[in-house]
């Protein structure tokens, strides 16, 4: 089985500003789920899905992939699901290989551990999605054919309960507050 995780982190928010690069404990936001992810034992690569130099200049030092979002993916009008899209569409066409499961890393949050995400992985089968944090069927999200408002998730969805804080971070406050509790 072919598994990958893709964070999505563009540059521009308007919430919180920067917000996918500021520090919570020392560590960009972005890359805390992303460095969980490479933790996993079921995950073959991740990649970065990104418009920001800040965000293509750390991929040196650690050991994912970007795929460079177009702009016109990168507005506050465009589709986070046409973003996940072009990202499948680039790695498939650069590896020469379907995927078979993506593990969706979002920029704004911390992720979760690499136990929870093989957990989740391990519980897709009859499913088209596992959810808290978000664990697609490659063929789902292409399809567009799930519910909305997120389609990539499918019509089947399996829930799960994680162990650590999943939480996006969309406003000021919640950034003090992860902060806060990972002291």
């Known amino acids: ?69 177009p702009d016109e993916l990168c507005t506050d009008k465009s589709k986070h699901e046409d973003a996940i899209v072009h990202a499948i569409n680039d790695i498939e066409c650069k590896t020469g290989k379907k995927l078979d499961i993506v593990v969706l890393l979002l920029g704004n ?36 054919e799930g519910d909305l408002p997120y389609r990539w998730l499918g019509r089947s969805i399996r829930p799960y309960i994680q162990n650590e804080v999943y939480m996006e971070v969309d406003a000021k406050w919640q950034l003090e507050y992860i902060n806060n509790i990972l002291m």
Request: net charge positive.
């Open 109 to 144: 949050t911390l992720g979760a551990d690499a136990i929870d995400i093989d957990s989740a992985i391990d519980m897709i089968d009859g499913y088209d999605s596992v959810s808290n944090f978000q664990v697609l069927r490659r063929d789902v999200v292409i399809s567009g």
């Open 1 to 69: 089985m072919n598994v990958i995780a893709l964070s999505t982190a563009r540059k521009g928010s308007k919430s919180v500003h920067n917000k996918n690069i500021l520090p919570v404990n020392g560590t960009p936001l972005f890359l805390h789920p992303i460095k969980k992810a490479l933790k996993s034992k079921k995950i073959s690569s991740v990649y970065c899905s990104t418009n920001d130099s800040k965000i293509i200049d750390l991929s040196e030092y650690y050991d994912y992939d970007i795929i460079k979002r």
